[in-house]
């Protein structure tokens, strides 16, 4: 069966993950060429994973002619490749979030009409989150009723790094990690967001936030409690999910990623599982999808809910973008 040749540009720190990713489906792919401003970056990449080297991601797509691409620069530069790809017929992995406004998201999403686009909200192929799914479409937690997310640590980086220029980025990190946690949210639920509000505060010297707050109403009535900060010196990483009839809890730090505890059992059930990251099993779903054999698991119309919300949640905290 003929590779797929897939492309990156952006070589920064969240490529690698993809290249990662791509390296190890080689029996499926073919690393050709990647990409960015600063070749320096590019290069280091290319000698760790193959694959040509450009500066310009442009000159990428009209040289090479990749089956597929995954686009992993800054949200600011993401449309001119998206359009671009759409025009040669390459299917895109584009990072999250999607863009920096919900506006910059419909633009991608209408550039990519008829063809293969999926975002890398990568925590939809996490296998806890996907057996938590499971769980509650069996019945076993009953009705859902909250769901609290936190996801928070130390940026070292903050003040040094593009994530913290609103231009580039589009905001900090409600728009940087909370994006994650709406998604998240979304798949858990199967229902789409009516309500949210937002609280922001910035402790570090930088021009956006660096945490924040979100509540979230469902359309079904599941509350949503999301929190993430870059200045907490502890990290956390989970989703406790509160049901009618029990509870579970997706932990990224324990050995057991998922435990649940359902009414009238004395004790938490652990559930392990094997070492095929996200970010594997999201690649793998991106080929299917190039293939032809699957439809993206993020759609579109998913970049396009989860920034819908994005917005209400800086218009509720009064940022004007």
């Known amino acids: 069966m003929k590779k797929i040749r897939v492309a990156v540009i952006g070589a920064g720190g969240i490529a690698g993950a993809h290249l990662r990713a791509y390296a190890s489906l080689a029996e499926r792919c073919?690393?050709?060429?990647?990409?960015?401003?600063?070749?320096?970056?590019?290069?280091?990449?290319?000698?760790?994973?193959?694959?040509?080297?450009?500066a310009d991601g442009l000159a990428l797509l009209d040289q090479l002619q990749p089956d597929a691409v995954s686009i992993c620069t800054p949200p600011k530069y993401r449309i001119p490749f998206?359009?671009?790809?759409?025009?040669?017929?390459?299917?895109?992995?584009?990072?999250?979030?999607?863009?920096?406004?919900?506006?910059?998201?419909?633009?991608?999403?209408?550039?990519?009409?008829?063809?293969?686009?999926?975002?890398?909200?990568?925590h939809?192929?996490?296998?806890?989150?996907?057996?938590?799914?499971?769980?509650?479409?069996?019945?076993?937690?009953?009705?859902?009723?909250?769901?609290?997310?936190?996801?928070?640590?130390?940026?070292?980086?903050?003040?040094?790094?593009?994530?913290?220029?609103?231009?580039?980025?589009?905001?900090?990190?409600?728009?940087?990690?909370?994006?994650?946690?709406?998604?998240?949210?979304?798949?858990?639920?199967?229902?789409?967001?009516?309500?949210?509000?937002?609280?922001?505060?910035?402790t570090l010297p930088i021009e956006v936030e660096d945490s924040a707050s979100l509540l979230l109403r469902s359309s079904g009535g599941v509350l949503g409690a999301l929190n993430c900060s870059w200045v907490t010196p502890v990290a956390d990483a989970f989703v406790r999910i509160h049901g009618t009839e029990g509870q579970a809890i997706i932990d990224y730090n324990a050995a057991a990623g998922l435990r649940y505890q359902v009414a009238g059992d004395s004790d938490w059930t652990a559930r392990h599982f094997d070492g095929r990251d996200r970010f594997l099993r999201q690649a793998a779903h991106f080929l299917d999808c190039v293939e032809g054999k699957s439809q993206p698991l993020v759609s579109g119309d998913d970049g396009l809910a989860v920034m819908r919300v994005i917005e209400s949640a800086y218009e509720s905290a009064g940022v004007r973008r």
């Not at 990409?35 to 080297?53: F, L, N, P, T, Y």
């Not at 949210?196 to 910035?202: E, I, K, R, V, W």
């Open 30 to 54: 073919e690393i050709v060429g990647i990409a960015d401003i600063d070749e320096s970056a590019a290069r280091a990449k290319a000698e760790e994973h193959g694959g040509q080297v450009f």
């Open 82 to 122: 998206v359009e671009a790809a759409a025009e040669r017929g390459i299917a895109v992995l584009c990072e999250k979030p999607p863009a920096r406004t919900l506006a910059e998201t419909g633009a991608i999403v209408d550039a990519m009409r008829g063809g293969a686009l999926q975002f890398a909200f990568c």
């Open 124 to 202: 939809r192929f996490h296998a806890p989150l996907n057996a938590a799914q499971d769980l509650i479409r069996s019945g076993a937690l009953g009705e859902l009723v909250q769901i609290e997310n936190r996801f928070a640590f130390r940026f070292e980086r903050a003040g040094n790094s593009w994530f913290t220029e609103a231009d580039i980025a589009g905001g900090g990190i409600l728009i940087d990690t909370l994006v994650h946690s709406i998604d998240i949210f979304r798949a858990l639920t199967g229902q789409e967001i009516e309500t949210a509000q937002a609280a922001l505060s910035s």
